[in-house]
């Protein structure tokens, strides 16, 4: 079974070739990674997911269904966004800002309801939030702001949650907490996740966590591997995409798998 189908996509701005002939699917349960250096079409093929770009050519599925054929609605029943950065306005308390995933299910002149709110309620108990949920966002942390986006996703009920680049400007110790809770969520509500990131690594922790998890390398708009991290993320084609030297580590520590991968200092720039 397939959740999300791309089917020989291909986009352009005007005259320039942006994306071609990009193929892949996405499972029920399953987390997909989207690496490639800046400009390489990563965030524009997900725009084109979320409908934004109209498509030269090619097709997105949902289930057996074109995207294309359904509303805006029904789409957003079955995928939710979590972008990279989101401007704080107005000072909403994060429990408001969570309800605000329920508005594809109300009507234009109604308010949310109360199962609207006992399923905001549910999202911020997954993410959490509890203690802040009355606190104004605007008033919050970096980290506890990017919980807050995934939890207004959750609060949509979407089977595919997309996530660009959602470890971005975040610390260690934040950053490791999103990477869990996607994992928890995966495991727990067999919820999918495609998300672009620039860590080599997030694919691989994915991996090491026993997480069904998939990558697709893109290089100059076009889909040039997919497949699992250690299977893909090789050296070899780690150079040839970031014209970088690494070194990739495999091992075991406390009863665990872990590998990683790591930038070789350049001695060339060391001797000048």
Do not use: W
């Not at 499972?27 to 084109?48: F, Q, R, S, V």
């Not at 107005?90 to 949310?112: C, D, H, K, N, W």
């Not at 089977?159 to 610390?171: A, C, F, N, V």
């Amino acid at each position: 079974m397939t959740l999300l189908s791309i089917d020989n996509l291909n986009f352009s701005y005007g005259t320039e070739h942006t994306l071609r002939g990009i193929s892949l699917k996405v499972a029920p349960g399953e987390i997909y990674c989207l690496l490639g250096p800046n400009g390489c079409g990563k965030t524009t093929l997900i725009d084109c997911v979320l409908g934004q770009h109209p498509l030269k050519s090619g097709d997105i599925s949902l289930g057996s269904r074109s995207i294309h054929t359904l509303k805006p609605a029904e789409v957003a029943s079955q995928i939710a966004f979590v972008p990279q950065l989101h401007a704080k306005t107005f000072p909403y308390s994060v429990f408001e800002i969570v309800l605000m995933g329920r508005t594809f299910a109300t009507g234009t002149f109604s308010s949310p309801d109360r199962r609207d709110r006992e399923i905001a309620r549910e999202a911020i108990a997954m993410t959490g939030l509890e203690a802040i949920s009355q606190k104004p966002y605007t008033q919050i942390s970096g980290g506890e702001l990017q919980l807050v986006m995934i939890a207004r996703a959750l609060a949509q009920k979407a089977k595919l949650i997309i996530m660009d680049e959602p470890t971005s400007h975040l610390d260690f110790k934040n950053e490791n907490e999103i990477l869990n809770l996607i994992c928890a969520l995966t495991r727990t509500e067999g919820l999918s996740f495609m998300l672009t990131t620039h860590d080599l690594n997030h694919p691989l922790y994915f991996e090491n966590s026993g997480m069904p998890v998939r990558v697709g390398i893109m290089e100059q708009g076009q889909l040039i591997a997919q497949g699992k991290p250690s299977k893909v993320l090789t050296s070899d084609t780690i150079e040839r995409l970031y014209h970088t030297r690494v070194v990739t580590h495999t091992g075991v520590m406390d009863g665990l798998p872990f590998s990683y991968i790591m930038a070789v200092p350049d001695k060339r720039r060391d001797a000048n």
